[in-house]
């Protein structure tokens, strides 16, 4: 079997011991081990050529070991031309290589520590937040019990855009801290003549679906942050821009499906739209009450009453029930009707 040069083999190393033991072995007896013949192991006898004498182990065991360290002090001597040749090309890609150090991917367990990385992430964030809030009772991401963090986000230029069901769409709605000694950075916005008492909200969009996935926050679309665990204790924080950017894609797929609920620049009626039967009814709807329970409580009949929903509807531009029931709210009719 072929083997290196400097290895000597199984039969090798049995006709060496012969040849030390005898003084001489047979050259036809060496044909199947050259290796001795390669290893200087045996050498031809100067006064028979028909044999072979043994090369002393004391002497041979030397040679061989010189013989070793000279190829590796050649190996080592072609490593490193080769690796002075290739650094020119090592500084020109160095800009190029990707960070492996940081991973794509990290798993955070805990409300606070998940609470932790999205304070974080906001802080560092300037241009927008992508958001789907569950329906139930997991705990929401963003810091809505901070409003100062939110006018922090606004004051930066950020808008946010928020994805909710239907039925909890008025909860996911964030408000904005105000300045000064009434509102401070930790406190509620002072409130403007004729706001009764509504703190401003913050600037932002929202818009419903029935059926969303879990929660979902994705800040200026560098890092996101989406649920491991059906309980919401565990998420993962996403800085893969791959990753990232695909979830972005699907968030403005389901935004463009999505029932518009607010837009801070929806401009709200005047009072002289609004007569009182319909302040009434405004009232009656934002108390969840049916057309046909509005109807009998104002002694009217329901077709009227649908005739006037539609007009409000149509003034504070609505486009479904519940966002309507939202916007009667903002526009201060309740309170006006007190």
């Known amino acids: ?16 011991l012969r040849a030390l033991q005898e003084r001489r072995v047979p050259a036809k007896a060496a044909a199947a081990t050259p290796c001795l013949i390669d290893t200087g192991l045996l050498h031809p006898d100067p006064d028979d050529a028909t044999w072979l004498r043994p090369t002393a182990a004391a002497v041979a065991l030397p040679r061989l070991l010189e013989d070793i360290e000279g190829r590796v002090a050649r190996q080592r001597g072609r490593a490193t031309r080769l690796a002075a040749s290739f650094e020119p090309f090592l500084r020109l890609g160095a800009d190029r290589t990707p960070d492996l150090s940081a991973s794509p991917v990290t798993v955070l367990k805990g409300v606070p520590r998940i609470r932790l990385a999205v304070r974080q992430a906001m802080a560092g964030a300037s241009e927008e937040i992508l958001g789907i809030q569950p329906g139930d009772a997991r705990p929401r991401l963003l810091p809505y019990n901070e409003p100062w963090r939110l006018t922090e986000f606004a004051e930066r230029g950020g808008h946010l855009r ?28 002072p409130h403007s003549p004729g706001s009764a008492g509504r703190p401003r909200a913050l600037g932002c969009e929202v818009r419903t679906l029935d059926e969303l996935p879990p ?75 049916t057309d046909t329970e509005i109807a009998r409580h104002l002694d009217m009949n329901v077709r009227t009453v649908r005739l006037h929903v539609a007009r409000l509807a149509a003034l504070l531009g609505s486009r479904s029930r519940t966002q309507l029931g ?6 201060g009719l309740v309170e006006a009707h007190a």
């Open 215 to 289: 929660c979902l926050l994705v800040f200026d679309r560098d890092v996101a942050f989406i649920p491991a665990t059906e309980d919401g204790s565990v998420a993962f924080e996403l800085r893969s821009s791959a990753l990232v950017s695909y979830l972005s894609t699907a968030f403005d797929i389901l935004w463009r499906l999505a029932t518009p609920l607010y837009r801070e620049d929806t401009p709200a009626p005047s009072a002289q739209e609004i007569s009182d039967l319909q302040r009434a009814i405004a009232h009656l709807l934002t108390e969840g009450h």
């Open 1 to 16: 079997m072929p083997h290196e040069p400097v290895d000597v083999c199984e039969a090798g190393r049995v006709l060496y």
């Open 326 to 331: 939202y916007l009667i709210g903002r526009s």
């Open 162 to 189: 928020t994805l909710s069901p239907p039925e909890t769409a008025h909860e996911v709605l964030p408000r904005l801290a105000g300045p000064g000694p009434h509102g401070g950075p930790h406190g509620t916005a």
